[in-house]
C-alpha cells in the first residue's frame, strides 16, 4: 500500500487623501507645503512586498575555513558539512536543526546548499538523492535500486508488520483520528491488541479522546510512520482511488 514510493500595504485612502489637502488648504501656503513634504515622504517608504524573501538577500559565502580549525585549504564548506552530517544520520534532519549543529549561516542557505548537492549529484549520475521525509531532510538512495538493495538489507524481525498490522495502519493513517471503534467496524474483528503493538512499534499514537459518550481515546499515525514509509507529510499518500485491489 506504501509502495515506493502578499500583503497590500495602502498608507492612506482616496478619502483620507482629500480630507488632508482640504485641511492644509484652510491652514495656508506654509501647511499645504509641509502636507506636500509629507506626501512625498510617505511616497518614498517602500511597501512590504517590496522586502520580498529573496535568496539573492542572503550571504552565498560557503567557505567555512574561517571556522574550523586545520582548514587551511578552505575545503570544508556549507555544503561538505551538510552533506557529511546527512550522510551520517541515521534520520532526517529539519534544516532549523543544520543551522544548530553547522554553527553559521541560516536556513535559506541550507536549503540553497541542499539544491545544490542534488544538483551536483545528479550531473554525476549519483544512486541518491537529499529528499524531504517526515519534515526534514535525509540522503537516500533512488527508487530505480531497490531490487539490488531488497538483497542487501535485513528488516528486523520486531520491525516486520503482519497482515493485519498493515491493515490496522492504513485505516488509521487515512482516517485519523480514529477510535478503536471504528478501526474494528471497518476491519470487522478486534484490534485492540494489533494497535497496542503498532504503538509499541512507534507507528501510531493516542492524539486526544473523542467528543462522544465514554470519551474514547483517537489514534493516529507518528512521525515514524512517515519515516518508515518515505512520506514527507500525509498529504502523501496516496489516494484511495488509486490503491489497487489485491490480486
Not at 549543529?101 to 540553497?112: L, N
Not at 482516517?175 to 470487522?188: L, N, S, W
Amino acid at each position: 500500500m506504501f509502495d515506493d514510493t502578499t500583503v497590500d500595504v495602502n498608507v492612506h485612502g482616496d478619502d483620507e487623501c482629500r480630507d488632508q489637502t482640504d485641511a492644509a488648504d484652510s491652514a495656508g501656503d506654509d501647511t499645504d507645503e509641509e502636507a506636500s513634504t509629507a506626501s512625498a515622504g510617505q511616497e518614498d517608504v517602500p511597501d512590504e512586498d517590496s522586502f520580498d524573501d529573496d535568496d539573492s538577500d542572503d550571504d552565498d559565502t560557503t567557505d567555512l575555513s574561517d571556522v574550523f580549525e586545520g582548514n587551511e585549504d578552505g575545503s570544508v564548506t556549507v555544503e561538505s558539512v551538510v552533506e557529511a552530517i546527512l550522510f551520517a544520520s541515521d534520520e532526517p534532519l529539519t534544516a532549523a536543526r543544520l543551522v544548530t549543529i553547522v554553527e553559521t549561516g541560516s536556513v535559506k542557505q541550507i536549503r540553497k546548499c541542499i539544491k545544490r548537492l542534488n544538483e551536483r549529484y545528479e550531473q554525476l549520475n549519483c544512486a541518491f538523492r537529499i529528499e524531504q521525509i517526515a519534515g526534514g531532510y535525509q540522503m537516500m538512495t533512488m527508487p530505480e535500486y531497490n531490487h539490488w538493495l531488497r538483497k542487501l538489507l535485513r528488516v528486523r524481525t520486531d520491525n516486520k508488520l503482519s497482515q493485519a498490522a498493515m491493515e490496522t495502519l492504513a485505516i488509521i493513517a487515512y482516517k485519523q483520528p480514529i477510535i478503536r471503534a471504528d478501526v474494528e467496524a471497518i476491519r470487522g474483528v478486534a484490534s485492540g491488541e494489533v494497535i497496542r503493538n503498532l504503538m509499541y512499534k512507534g507507528l501510531a499514537k493516542i492524539v486526544g479522546r473523542a467528543e462522544v459518550l465514554g470519551r474514547p481515546m483517537l489514534y493516529g499515525t507518528t512521525r515514524k510512520f512517515l519515516d518508515v514509509f518515505g512520506l514527507n507529510t500525509l498529504k502523501d499518500l496516496p489516494k484511495v482511488e488509486e490503491l489497487k485491489k489485491p490480486e
